[in-house]
């Protein structure tokens, strides 16, 4: 929402759009950079899913490809990998990064890494706080501020997740290069291209933290002012 004279607005929020766009930025880069760099050993991203996978005994987790660009992801309760069609079939240094990078949050899943079940199990309340929390705060302003202060604190959940996600993905990279290292995935020049690749996508996380703390702080001080007034 923006609000004639929204000073905190432009102070807050811009910025954290700005370094939002610059991280998206960042991640395309590094991403359309090394997609054109092939792997010496002639691996897919789906090749080394799977055998990341059945390395850590994780052989029911099944690896499929997914429509859309950079759209992979894991599912917990499907307990699949889903690959884009640009990593499943794709030989390259970004492919098997981004492949890995999936794996090690199949392994965070199966190994009960705190982090990850924690962002799990309030995934159901920040989607409730996200959508509830603006309404409450403008019924607020014309009845209670009471309501106020519950949506502010429903919109904090969503700060609380963006927090949470940060080790979750942050151990995701960590997990992925060891094993593209450890396993012989890559060789010394194509694993920095996967760490950079993994760290351009690491600031979008920061991105969205820092974005939606400046949202959080921003409806503080406007709301909270227009109460007082």
Aim: glycine share 8%; hydrophobic share 50%.
């Amino acid at each position: 929402m923006f609000y004639p004279f929204d000073h905190y607005y432009l102070i807050l929020v811009v910025p954290a759009l700005l370094f939002a766009a610059w991280a998206q930025a960042q991640v395309s880069g590094a991403y359309n950079r090394y997609s054109r760099v092939r792997v010496s050993r002639g691996m897919t991203g789906a090749m080394a899913a799977r055998r990341i996978l059945d390395d850590n005994g994780l052989t029911g987790v099944r690896v499929e490809r997914v429509a859309g660009k950079l759209s992979d992801h894991y599912d917990p309760g499907e307990r699949v990998v889903r690959l884009s069609a640009g990593v499943y079939d794709s030989d390259s240094v970004a492919s098997l990064g981004v492949a890995a990078h999936e794996c090690g949050h199949a392994v965070q899943h199966a190994t009960h890494y705190a982090p990850l079940t924690f962002r799990n199990a309030i995934i159901p309340i920040t989607n409730f706080g996200s959508k509830l929390s603006i309404p409450l705060i403008i019924v607020g302003l014309f009845l209670s501020g009471t309501l106020v202060d519950i949506g502010l604190l429903l919109f904090s959940l969503v700060a609380v997740f963006q927090l949470v996600t940060l080790p979750v993905e942050f151990n995701a990279s960590s997990r992925a290069l060891a094993t593209l290292e450890n396993g012989n995935f890559l060789d010394r020049r194509e694993l920095e291209g996967a760490r950079k690749v993994l760290r351009a996508a690491a600031l979008t996380y920061v991105a969205a933290l820092l974005v939606s703390v400046a949202q959080l702080m921003r409806l503080i001080l406007l709301f909270g002012n227009r109460r007082r007034d």
